[in-house]
T-cell receptor, first 114, second 115 residues
Framework: AQKVTQTQTSISVVEKTTVTMDCVYE???????LFWYKQTASGEIVFLIR????KKENATVGHYSLNFQKPKSSIGLIITATQIEDSAVYFC???????????WGSGTKLIIKP | GALVYQYPRRTICKSGTSMRMECQAV??????VAWYRQSPQKTFELIAL?????????EQNFTQEKFPISHPNLSFSSMTVLNAYLEDRGLYLC???????????FGSGTRLLVI
């Protein structure tokens, strides 16, 4: 069975620092895609970054980067130089190559303090 | 770019009544539309996956009788919550994707309050 787990329910950091959010996944498929989204206060879902399972290089987009550790089935999200507006709930999700259904983690609430 | 508009953004309905939400894809052809529900303090549960010219596939805890979905063309889908009760409250999210290896683009969600 496929599963995505985010154990951190809430993280609070001071702005301009770096934060890492954890995510582990379970699948027997050899080809899959991993995503991070953020949910704003209004509920809107914003795509942040994606990692393809066959790529060894960690994906990077702006101040978001991933720590992909395939042997550990882990895909951590790293946000550098955090800003107040990064405060949101962050979701990790997985999609198998064999179907297009997204499997979501439970989310991590990030609070950025001034 | 690919955009998905979802409306209404927020709605309140009386217990036992029904409400309809709509999802519009702009800038791409929405071959597949997935409807999710996020109940309070929970993650996203897939309600159903609709693919044009195929039967709509509902997940285990959701039925067509309760959440009828229409996906008449490549730019539009709607879902109705029939006979809504307190446990149906939450954020309903529509995600659409085109053909090939494209990913889902999400709407801004419809927040349903049931009173």
């Amino acid at each position: 069975a496929q599963k995505v787990t985010q154990t951190q329910t809430s993280i609070s950091v001071v702005e301009k620092t770096t934060v890492t959010m954890d995510c582990v996944y379970e699948t027997r498929d050899s080809s899959y895609f991993l995503f991070w989204y953020k949910q704003t206060a209004s509920g809107e879902i914003v795509f942040l970054i994606r990692q393809d399972s066959y790529k060894k290089e960690n994906a990077t987009v702006g101040h978001y980067s991933l720590n992909f550790q395939k042997p550990k089935s882990s895909i951590g999200l790293i946000i550098t130089a955090t800003q107040i507006e990064d405060s949101a709930v962050y979701f990790c999700a997985m999609r198998l190559d064999s179907n297009y259904q997204l499997i979501w983690g439970s989310g991590t609430k990030l609070i950025i303090k001034p | 770019g690919a955009l998905v508009y979802q409306y209404p953004r927020r709605t309140i309905c009386k217990s036992g009544t029904s409400m309809r939400m709509e999802c519009q894809a702009v800038g791409f052809q929405a071959t597949s539309v997935a409807w999710y529900r996020q109940s309070p303090q929970k993650t996203f549960e897939l309600i159903a996956l609709s693919t044009v010219n195929s039967a709509i596939k509902y997940e285990q805890n959701f039925t067509q009788e309760k959440f009828p979905i229409s996906h008449p063309n490549l730019s539009f889908s709607s879902m109705t919550v029939l006979n809504a009760y307190l446990e149906d409250r939450g954020l309903y999210l529509c995600g659409a994707r085109g053909q090939g290896n494209s990913d889902y683009t999400f709407g801004s969600g419809t927040r349903l309050l049931v009173i």
